[in-house]
């Protein structure tokens, strides 16, 4: 069984430019969760995927965008980046269809920085 | 609305000691509790989980919690520490908010344990 993967793992970036994050849900999975993690927070969660649709989103601006495709892999967006965005972004999936209490598996995430 | 507050962002133990981490939650239904640890530069993992089927809850690593419903209170407890278990705990909630899961995150506590 093949877990949560994410890449890149670091990423640099500019004020003003845009960045995609990939991540590749755990087989079996229909759900895809994106959280942002700022230095010394908690995970907040940015928005949810469920079979192609988002279908949740925290609170975070529409410059935050994503896709999931058929085979349940997933992306993230981020245009006109701005300084706050530096966090460590984490990808999370799970099968909702058993449960609100199964557990989200998460990938190592990607570290943004923007200069 | 759902939350969890974890008390303590910093936690010192001696290596041999007890291991008390405490998380309180707010959920206008029967909650699901998690927790997770973090360690540096890694993403999230699972370490137990809460689903109603029973009130004390064991995991990996040696650890523990118990769901005390009156306190609204889901303690991460390990009898005695061990080095390895220096890392970033966080304590999570889950329920339904409109039509998805959405999982609310505390804001972590940071483990030292001291030889």
């Known amino acids: 069984e093949t877990g949560v993967t994410q890449s890149p793992t670091h990423l640099i970036k500019t004020r003003g430019q845009q960045v995609t994050l990939r991540c590749s849900s755990q087989?079996?999975?229909?759900?895809v969760s994106w959280y942002q993690q700022a230095l010394g927070q908690g995970p907040q969660f940015i928005f949810q995927y469920y079979r192609e649709e988002e279908n949740g989103r925290g609170n975070f601006p529409p410059r935050f965008s994503g896709l999931q495709f058929p085979n349940y892999s997933s992306e993230l967006n981020v245009n006109a980046l701005e300084l706050d965005d530096s966090a460590l972004y984490l990808c999370?999936?799970?099968?909702?269809?058993?449960?609100?209490?199964?557990?989200?598996?998460f990938g190592p995430g990607t570290r943004l920085t923007v200069l | 609305a759902q939350s969890v507050t974890q008390l303590g962002s910093h936690v010192s133990v001696s290596e041999g000691a007890l291991v008390l981490l405490r998380c309180n939650y707010s959920s206008s239904v029967p909650p699901y509790l998690f927790w997770y640890v973090q360690y540096p530069n890694q993403g999230l993992q699972l370490l137990l989980k809460?689903?109603?089927?029973?009130?004390l809850v064991k995991g990996i690593n040696g650890f523990e919690a118990e769901f005390k419903k009156s306190e609204t209170s889901f303690h991460l407890t390990k009898p005695s520490a061990h080095m390895s278990d220096a890392a970033e705990y966080f304590c999570?909630?889950?329920?339904?908010?409109?039509?998805?899961?959405?999982?609310?995150f505390g804001i972590g506590t940071k483990l030292q344990v001291i030889p």
């Open positions: 809460y689903t109603s089927a029973a009130t």
């Open positions: 999370a999936s799970s099968d909702v269809s058993g449960g609100l209490w199964n557990e989200q598996f």
């Open positions: 087989s079996g999975h229909n759900t």
């Open positions: 999570a909630v889950s329920g339904r908010s409109g039509g998805y899961q959405k999982v609310t």
